[in-house]
């Protein structure tokens, strides 16, 4: 298959991912993710991003500006081995699947 099945899998891995659940991404991971999925869908950021009171706002765009100049496909790579990467950090059954799902898609 293609990074595009890879990247497409990862997508609803992370969605899906239970907010009581043992993977728990952290901030700063929800952000990479944030930045590679919309360089991966739209490429690079436009614009000065959102006004300074939207905080949250600013840090996904700023998430976002950081990739610029990266391929989409290079995004949707980063996607997937950052997702790779918490998974194998957690060592665990559900991770492991996670894994295995991932690589299927491959």
Known sequence: MSIQAQFDK???IVQGLPKDGPVQPSQDDKLAFYG????????DAQGSGP???DFVGKAKFKAWKALEGTSQED???KYVELLK??????DDEEST???AELEAAA
Do not use: P, R, T
């Open 10 to 12: 990862a997508v609803a």
């Open 36 to 43: 590679a999925y919309k360089q991966a869908n739209e490429g």
């Open 75 to 77: 995004a949707k790579k």
């Open 85 to 90: 990467a918490i998974l194998q950090k957690q």
């Open 97 to 99: 699947k996670y894994i």
């Open 51 to 53: 006004g300074m009171f």
